[in-house]
């Protein structure tokens, strides 16, 4: 099942992939092998017919204190993380 969200995320990653997150007042571990996603950067000229690929975030499974599991997909928006989307 998908469910849209706007809610940001505090996430912590090694340099690259994602390890830890805050986000719905829980704490979350990473556990899984994170998947980058990927579309068109935001500054993409107007003109440029095939712009170029870019990760925009992961999607990966995390998992709470309780052992609740979800599935995200986390975006980076300027400087905030938002989970776009989750599957449960």
Do not use: C
């Not at 995320?9 to 007042?25: E, K, N, S």
């Not at 704490?27 to 899984?32: A, E, H, I, M, P």
């Not at 996603?37 to 309780?66: C, K, M």
């Amino acid at each position: 099942m998908k469910t849209a969200t706007d809610r940001t995320a505090t996430i912590w990653t090694d340099g690259v992939l994602p390890l830890r997150m805050y986000w719905r007042d829980r704490r979350w571990r990473v556990t899984d092998t994170p998947t980058a996603l990927f579309g068109e950067p935001e500054y993409s000229h107007p003109l440029l017919t095939h712009s170029p690929s870019v990760r925009i975030g992961w999607r990966f499974q995390a998992t709470d204190d309780n052992g609740e599991s979800v599935v995200v997909d986390a975006v980076k928006v300027e400087s905030e993380w938002v989970i776009v989307r989750t599957y449960q």
